[in-house]
């Protein structure tokens, strides 16, 4: 996943301080980096998935995920709330860390692996801990390399 995870899919610090506010931000930035997806769709793709339960699965992390019929392949962005914003997580606290998932509608069930290991390593307080420290996208990407080892 850390292959897929380029620099430009890496967002250091999130400005918004709401969950639609912080869909919206990650929706710009798949738009800017996969042309042909437009910010829109992915915000609405996004927004689906909310309305059926918060992707905010507590401990300062949530995994905003859905389904764009556009996509052949899945697509993987990080985003980091410095600050912390309520995102829905069943034990209210504040949501630091977002790993946002997107996926062929054709394939629904392609990235279930992919969110299985990511709130694997997510479940790690030393990992989270780095992630929160990580100052620049390399140092993300090397987190995320040595985690995915486990």
């Known amino acids: ?3 897929f995870l380029t620099e430009d ?3 250091l610090s999130l400005h918004s301080l709401s969950r639609d506010g912080v869909l919206k931000e990650l929706a710009e930035r798949v738009e ?8 829109e769709a ?7 998935r909310e ?24 697509e993987f962005f990080f985003a980091l709330s410095r600050e912390g914003l309520s995102f829905g997580a069943y ?6 860390i977002f790993f946002l998932v997107l996926a062929p509608e054709a394939y629904p069930w392609s990235y279930l692996q992919s969110l299985g290991q990511i709130a694997r ?3 790690d307080a030393e990992i989270k801990k780095r992630l929160l420290k990580a100052r620049t996208a390399g140092e993300i990407r090397e987190i995320i390399s040595e985690a995915e080892k486990y």
């Open 1 to 3: 996943m850390a292959y």
């Open 9 to 11: 899919r890496i967002i």
């Open 32 to 39: 800017k980096v996969c042309p042909g997806l437009a910010r």
């Open 42 to 48: 992915v915000f609405q793709a996004l927004q689906q």
């Open 51 to 74: 309305k059926l339960g918060s992707t905010g699965i507590s401990n300062g992390v949530a995994i905003p995920h859905g389904h764009l019929s556009i996509l052949n392949t899945t």
């Open 91 to 96: 034990n209210g606290k504040p949501t630091h």
């Open 121 to 123: 390593f997510l479940k």
